[in-house]
Structure formats: structure tokens, C-alpha cells
């Protein structure tokens, strides 16, 4: 009886460790999370294989900013992920997974920005039973916009390696998780943010003889940061006067903005109150600068004024100003900035020398002037 009871019991602990296998994973169904993020899907799996069966996780983005009325945002990028033991963990052999492709002695992965990404980790041959884990963790990647700072961008991988039941071949099971295993946040997702802003463009004239339909040439420059690259169109959407046009336009090419030269759009504004220009989908990180020369031939109204009014002249008559913005960067302070190119054109008195202390004086001498002629000619005609 007592060794029909140590037998029972026996069973009932091997039973208990197979069902604790199971939770982690060694079913034979596939679990899938959520499709946000950085998300995990179980599989089960290969019965009598020395390899595991290929988890996967999903990687997609959260693209924030992009402006209505627009095409879906779409690019890719390659990143490069760590694939490391944990501090403090002791595996029994040295055996390593992977992820995605090998290239210079780097794990790297292509992503399409706009879809579900699904990232299969590859498993060794395994020689010895036991406990294996792993981290792997994403690293930045150079895409001008992408937030890759998210909750979280480390994911952790155990693998349960145990003999089959013949005792011939080692079958390893995953459990892929993103956080604490103890704690099983296996829902839990990772998230990298793709972030874009605007700008807007627009004239205004001011004064008693500013010409509220006048053109006037506008150059915005788009600049990106050294060593990142943009993979989005910046798009151009312009409003004018009917019968009029402020640009020929529609974007700013991502192969523009990572060429040798900055990118350049010439606008033509009238202070009209309608034409303006809103460039859209400007990802975080690109800096512009707005320019606009002085009109041909107003310099020379300047230069020939007396040296007295030169100063006054050039606050009254802007029009032949440069006007230029210092190079401004988008970014989460500044995400939809509104730059009004502002001129004015007033009237200005020539000098004349009379003032209004010497008036009185000057018009009495002109009276004095004009009786004495009266005079002059009423003798003539006596004679």
C-alpha cells in the first residue's frame, strides 16, 4: 500500500510539471496579442525537433500629426537589434537565438512603417536540458520623426529545453514576454512613434501705400539632421487669389531632403489675406528657414534720400528690406508654427527746410511779395 501511495504521488508531481511547462507556452494552440506596438505570438512547438519553433513579435508604429485630406504615410527603416544574456542569469550551454538577418556582424531587420511586422526569433540547436534566457533589445534606428524612446524596447525570451519522453531528443519550448515574466505581462506592447508637424506660410502689407495684390518672392528652405534619414514626402497644399498662383509645387521629396543640397520652394505671396501656403507632414527633427529678397529698385529710393531720413525711411519702407528667419526646427513645442512675412510701405514728407516755427514768417514775406507786385502794376497802368 505505502509504495502504491509513493508511486500515485509520483505521478501526480510529474503531472504538475508538464502542466507548469504547458503555462509557459507548450500548448498546441497559437496565442496572439494585441496588433499594436511590439506584440508577441506564441507558437507551439515542433514535437522531437532539436530546434524551437519561431515566436515572432509584431512591430509596428503610431504615426502622430499627419494631416488630413493626405495619403497614408508610408516608409521603412532598418534597425538593428541586441541580443544579449541577463545580467545575473547562468545558462547551461552557450548556445544563441537570433533575429532576422546577420549583416556585418549585426541583427538587423527591414520595417515597413505602415504594416504589421512580424519578427521571427531564431533558435539553435540545443545540446543540454534546462533553463535558457535571453533579452533582445531594439536600438535606435535613423529615421528622421521616429520616437524610438517608448515604454519599453527590451523583450524577454525563455526557453525550456527537456528530453521527450524516449529519452532520444531535446525539445525546447519559448515563452516570449515583454516586461516581468513573473508578473506575465505578455499583452503589454512596445511602441515607436512617428512624428510630424506643419508649417505655414503667409504674407501681410501694411501702410498708406502698400498694394495689398502685390507679389512678392518667397523662399522656404528644408534642412534635416546629419546622419538621419527622412522617409516620408513633406506634402505642399496652397491657397490663392482666383485667377492667381502662389507656387508650382505639391511636395518636398524625401530623396530632396536627404540629397547634398537643401531643398528650396519658391512661393509667390500677395498681402491679400487669402494666398498662403501649409506644408504638411514635416517629420520632428527638420529645421526651415524662410527668405525674402529686397525688390528690385526700391534700394535706390532709399540710397537717394538725405542722410537725415535714410533711417526713418527704412522703417517706413520695409518693402526693401531682406527679411530673413533664423533656421527653426519642428518639433513637439513647436509642431504647427504660422510665419507671416510682414512688409510696410508708408508715405514719407521730403525734406523741405520750412517748419512750423518759421511759417508765419514765410507767409508774410510771400504777402509782403505778392502787395508789392499789385503796386508795381497799378502804376504802370496809371502811366
Do not use: C
Request: avoid cysteine; charged fraction near 25%.
Amino acid at each position: 500500500m505505502k509504495k502504491f501511495v509513493a508511486l500515485l504521488l509520483a505521478m501526480l508531481m510529474v503531472l504538475a510539471n508538464v502542466a507548469a511547462l504547458a503555462e509557459d507556452g507548450n500548448d498546441d494552440t497559437t496565442q496572439v496579442t494585441q496588433t499594436s506596438g511590439m506584440d508577441i505570438v506564441l507558437r507551439s512547438p515542433v514535437p522531437g525537433k532539436g530546434t524551437a519553433s519561431a515566436p515572432v513579435f509584431i512591430k509596428t508604429y503610431a504615426i502622430t500629426g499627419q494631416a488630413e485630406d493626405t495619403e497614408a504615410i508610408s516608409f521603412t527603416e532598418t534597425l538593428d537589434f541586441d541580443v544579449a544574456v541577463p545580467e545575473g542569469a547562468t545558462n547551461p550551454g552557450s548556445e544563441m537565438i537570433s533575429v532576422g538577418t546577420n549583416k556585418n556582424n549585426k541583427q538587423v531587420v527591414t520595417i515597413d512603417g505602415t504594416t504589421k511586422n512580424e519578427i521571427p526569433i531564431n533558435f539553435p540547436e540545443y545540446k543540454t536540458a534546462g533553463i535558457y534566457k535571453y533579452t533582445i533589445k531594439e536600438k535606435d534606428g535613423s529615421t528622421q520623426g521616429v520616437n524610438y524612446t517608448g515604454k519599453s524596447s527590451t523583450i524577454g525570451v525563455s526557453v525550456y529545453v527537456k528530453w521527450n519522453e524516449d529519452n532520444t531528443a531535446l525539445v525546447p519550448t519559448a515563452n516570449v514576454y515583454i516586461g516581468s515574466e513573473v508578473e506575465g505581462q505578455k499583452n503589454e506592447s512596445i511602441e515607436n512613434k512617428y512624428e510630424l508637424g506643419s508649417l505655414e506660410v503667409k504674407k501681410e502689407v501694411e501702410g498708406n501705400l502698400a498694394d495689398p495684390e502685390k507679389k512678392f518672392t518667397i523662399k522656404v528652405k528644408f534642412e534635416k539632421k546629419e546622419n538621419l534619414t527622412v522617409g516620408t514626402d513633406i506634402n505642399i497644399v496652397a491657397v490663392a487669389k482666383e485667377g492667381t498662383s502662389v507656387t508650382t509645387a505639391s511636395t518636398v521629396t524625401a530623396a530632396e531632403l536627404n540629397g547634398n543640397t537643401a531643398p528650396e520652394v519658391t512661393l509667390t505671396l500677395a498681402g491679400n489675406g487669402i494666398d498662403k501656403v501649409t506644408f504638411q507632414n514635416i517629420p520632428y527633427g527638420v529645421s526651415y528657414t524662410i527668405s525674402e529678397a529686397a525688390i528690385e529698385g526700391q534700394q535706390e529710393f532709399i540710397e537717394n534720400t538725405p542722410a537725415a531720413q535714410t533711417a526713418a525711411v527704412n522703417e517706413a519702407y520695409k518693402y526693401a528690406q531682406d527679411y530673413n528667419t533664423d533656421k527653426t526646427e519642428i518639433k513637439a513645442d513647436n509642431k504647427a508654427p504660422k510665419e507671416t512675412v510682414k512688409n510696410i510701405k508708408n508715405y514719407q514728407e521730403p525734406e523741405t527746410g520750412i517748419t512750423l516755427e518759421t511759417l508765419p514768417y514765410v507767409l508774410i514775406m510771400a504777402i509782403a511779395v505778392m502787395g508789392v507786385a499789385v503796386l508795381t502794376l497799378r502804376k504802370r497802368e496809371e502811366y
